[in-house]
């Protein structure tokens, strides 16, 4: 007589630690990192938070564009991370400005670092807020101009390992099978190499509206943020943004979009799109100083209750971190990704009400301990740190 046990599925007990290994597996097979599965994850029929109160400390970052090494340095200089890329930072919130993709070759292994160091923070009272910029939106609309081949190749390797996770699912009859993110999709594309063709539908699949890493990572990204005077954004705010549409409605139509709550095909809103776009805007991040509105801004700042100064990336700085119209446009973007122009990280830091100042790698701004003297860089009024490139010890 057979035996009724073999009838059962192997698993039938375990579906969900078994879901937990492949995923964990699969992370690390990509990543290099272990990320357990999260115990709390994001509820997202919850808005996401747009207006925080004044941190005690907060470090802003500008544009990484797939710079995984640059990254680390940012962090270090703030005193964030330690020598194993742990989280040091106690109740520091981190600002990253966006730009994580594109003109790099490390995008996913940064999205997985941000992802790790946002649930250390989150244990040691931190916080961390990431942001899109007009390059996750382009990505998800499937504008990928600007990759480089290996990062067209970090998505291979995505697609290898998560389609192996699926299979491995799939021998579990316990287990609900996970949808095909591949669905639909060409099998090649015309007059594309095969190696890029494979790495472009693998990137299509991860990133478009409802894609398996679009929505793990960047449907958690705001696309505009308010930490007590501070307004954070990409490229700028003009009052149509604020009044017509709202900071938080256009937080949770961008994020209800990259979820795919248009279809997988859907473009992204209107304001995130066009030259006068959130995302794109460069009337106040302009390189040159006297392309800036300062009229205008002013305007849009009247408009934000609270709001003292608004804190950009998008556009190269090549002096570094600067601030003009009185320091109510900031700029962070320092172009350091070796896909840029391999500048010199600088950071952005607040310290409760205080005046922001320059965290800065540059050489060429360090002080011997004779001229602690705060300094200004000329004509913009951000104070550069007191002795060379510091460290900060924060306690949680």
Request: charged share 25%.
């Amino acid at each position: 007589m057979e035996d009724p046990r073999r009838e059962e599925p192997p698993c039938k007990e375990i579906p969900s630690l078994l879901s937990s290994f492949v995923d964990t597996f699969v992370d690390f097979s990509v990543s290099g990192l272990f990320l357990l599965p999260d115990q709390n994850p994001d509820d997202h029929s919850t808005p996401l938070q747009t207006r925080y109160p004044a941190a005690t400390r907060l470090i802003a970052i500008g544009d990484i564009h797939g710079d995984l090494e640059k990254a680390r340095q940012s962090l270090r200089l703030a005193g964030l991370v330690d020598g194993s890329d742990k989280w040091v930072g106690g109740s520091t919130m981190l600002v990253q400005i966006g730009d994580v993709l594109d003109r790099g070759d490390h995008e996913l292994k940064i999205l997985y670092f941000i992802e790790k160091l946002r649930r250390e923070a989150a244990r040691a009272g931190g916080t961390i807020v990431s942001m899109n910029g007009n390059h996750e939106i382009m990505n998800v609309e499937g504008d990928f101009r600007f990759v480089t081949q290996k990062g067209v190749e970090e998505f291979s390797i995505w697609a290898d390992w998560y389609r192996l996770g699926i299979r491995m699912k799939s021998l579990c009859s316990g287990l609900e099978k996970p949808e095909d993110p591949f669905e639909g999709l060409p099998s090649g594309f015309k007059n594309v190499r095969k190696e890029y063709s494979d790495g472009f539908r693998a990137r299509i699949a991860a990133l478009r509206p409802s894609g398996p890493i679009s929505t793990r990572f960047l449907s958690k990204n705001v696309t505009v943020a308010v930490v007590g005077g501070s307004v954070f954004v990409h490229g700028g705010l003009l009052s149509d943004h604020v009044v017509n549409h709202g900071l938080e409605k256009m937080n949770q139509e961008v994020r209800d979009w990259i979820k795919g709550s248009k279809g997988r095909g859907a473009p992204a809103p209107s304001y995130c799109r066009r030259a006068d776009a959130v995302v794109w805007l460069r009337s106040f991040s302009h390189e040159a100083a006297e392309r800036c509105d300062c009229e205008t801004l002013e305007h849009v700042l009247g408009t934000i209750p609270g709001a003292k100064r608004m804190i950009m990336g998008h556009t190269i700085q090549r002096l570094g971190i600067n601030g003009v119209c009185d320091d109510r446009a900031i700029r962070i973007d320092v172009g350091m990704s070796k896909g840029c122009i391999n500048g010199l990280p600088e950071v952005l830091e607040i310290n409760g009400d205080s005046k922001p100042r320059i965290l800065t790698s540059n050489p060429a701004h360090y002080k011997s301990p004779a001229e602690a003297e705060p300094e200004k860089r000329e004509g913009l009024g951000l104070l550069l740190p007191e002795h060379g490139p510091k460290q900060v010890q924060v306690k949680a």
